[in-house]
């Protein structure tokens, strides 16, 4: 079992910058991929972002590519994900979750997920 619990979200103008967290506990923490995703309100759940267990590998939605970096401390069981040059299209919960999985992209791909975080981006 891996629990995990997000934080940072809030509300940012346009151009703005944040930066979520994740804190996992639980299960060997270097055993997984850690993804985030986002889900607006009437849209589907979506990837945005994944890094593999060391580190060394990180990945990203077209769309937010370039603005968005994700890194992980494994001796603090953290990852983040900090959010530049924010749109609104980027308004929605954030998740983050974990995977056995190499790369994975798809949601069926990760077994745990967090309460999410709501970032909101004004115009």
């Known amino acids: 079992q891996v629990q995990l619990v997000e934080s940072g979200g809030g509300l940012v103008q346009t151009g703005g910058s944040l930066r979520l967290t994740c804190a996992a506990s639980g299960r060997t923490f270097t055993n997984y991929a850690m993804g985030w995703f986002r889900q607006a309100p009437g849209k589907e759940r979506e990837f945005v972002a994944g890094i593999s267990w060391s580190g060394g590998g990180t990945y990203y939605a077209d769309s937010v590519l370039g603005r968005f970096t994700i890194s992980r401390d494994n001796a603090k069981r953290t990852v983040a994900l900090q959010m530049n040059s924010l749109k609104p299209e980027d308004t929605a919960v954030y998740y983050c979750?974990?995977?056995?999985?190499?790369?994975?992209?798809?949601?069926?791909?990760?077994?745990?997920w967090g309460q999410g975080t709501q970032v909101t981006v004004s115009s």
């Open positions: 979750a974990s995977s056995t999985s190499r790369y994975p992209r798809r949601s069926d791909e990760y077994n745990y």
